[in-house]
């Protein structure tokens, strides 16, 4: 069907029928709607082109993935965030661009970007405390939203995050009313804003019933399987090892479980294991009851609010930065238990 079919069968002009699809605030909610509606039971589908050229987009989201060897963005968790953000653009007549950069060229990305008039805005990925890029889109005047947040970035934006505080502190309390003190943290890249506030929570925990986390047991990298099993089994092997693990990722959480195994003890019985689960297409953590205790979080569900957010941003310019927590929920599975009276040997 053509937009001429589309109009001759709803009444309306051309103009006014182009102008409910692509969202322009003169058109009534009633009229929108109808025309959404035919729109769809008829399968018409606007000219892109035509409908960049008509309102002066690009049409066009940007996503600038730096070429770092240890980042945070080269896991399932990236997969999932982009699928949820993508089926939003889809339904919203808006492509996705992907751009790979070295880390140094970032800036140069950004404002070629805004010259070229490649994308109507920009989500930002892994955001580091007093991140430099809020500034310097702010500066190019490219919208954009944070999948996450920057500590100490004095300036407004937008941004979608999960209360990895709370999180955190939630799930340190778990433990320790199960009565385990020797807790070992097996954080992210503590460079990233999201592993500084899951340190915070579990810190705080500890402090509120004044307690104090051995250092020793507090481990920051990148969130790898690797990472979880080497770190785990260097732990267990020490003289007083921990008897429970916080993990930051449900990838690492299967090189904890690994570790845990290969010394001949049993996950939730004899050494408790908490993860953070992002909820992942192609790693879930589901069952009647699932194998990990975990805050969960569905990373999916946090790239659809921020495609939203931002295309509501660009398609209402004048509009006040907006921002949006998620709380995650605290999930029992298996791994957990109350520690053990005599440790095994």
Not at 21 to 30: H, K, W
Not at 111 to 137: F, N, Q, Y
Not at 199 to 222: K, Q
Request: proline content about 5%; hydrophobic content about 40%.
């Amino acid at each position: 069907m053509k937009l001429k079919e589309l109009s001759e069968l709803l009444h309306l002009s051309q103009t006014t029928v182009s102008r409910a699809l692509n969202g322009y605030p003169e058109v009534s909610e009633a009229t929108r709607k109808r025309v959404q509606a035919a729109a769809a039971a008829h399968g018409y589908r606007p000219n892109i082109r035509a409908r960049s050229l008509a309102t002066g987009r690009a049409l066009a989201i940007g996503h600038v993935i730096p070429l770092t060897s240890k980042h945070e963005m080269v896991n399932p968790i990236f997969a999932d965030f982009i699928a949820g953000a993508g089926e939003v653009y889809s339904a919203r007549g808006y492509d996705m661009l992907l751009s790979l950069v070295a880390d140094e060229e970032q800036e140069h990305a950004y404002r070629e970007l805004k010259t070229k008039g490649a994308v109507d805005g920009l989500i930002i990925h892994a955001p580091r405390t007093g991140d430099r890029r809020i500034h310097l889109l702010n500066e190019i005047g490219l919208p954009f939203v944070v999948h996450g947040r920057a500590t100490d970035a004095d300036e407004p934006y937008c941004w979608v995050d999960m209360n990895n505080t709370h999180a955190f502190r939630r799930a340190t309390d778990l433990l320790l009313d199960l009565g385990h003190r020797r807790i070992a943290l097996v954080n992210g890249l503590e460079s990233m804003d999201f592993a500084q506030r899951r340190r915070a929570g579990f810190e705080e925990a500890h402090a509120a019933r004044g307690l104090a986390p051995d250092p020793a047991l507090m481990s920051s990298d990148e969130m790898t399987e690797g990472y979880g099993h080497d770190t785990a089994r260097a732990l267990l092997a020490a003289d007083a090892p921990p008897t429970a693990f916080l993990v930051s990722s449900i990838i690492t959480a299967i090189g904890v479980r690994r570790a845990i195994e290969e010394l001949g003890l049993r996950m939730g019985r004899d050494v408790s294991v908490i993860t953070h689960d992002d909820d992942l297409s192609y790693l879930q953590n589901r069952a009647d009851v699932p194998v990990f205790t975990a805050t969960r979080s569905s990373v999916r569900d946090a790239g659809r609010r921020a495609a939203s957010m931002l295309l509501d941003r660009i398609e209402n310019p004048g509009a006040e930065p907006c921002q949006e927590l998620f709380e995650a929920e605290l999930l029992l599975g298996q791994s957990t238990g109350p520690l053990l009276e005599s440790p095994p040997k």
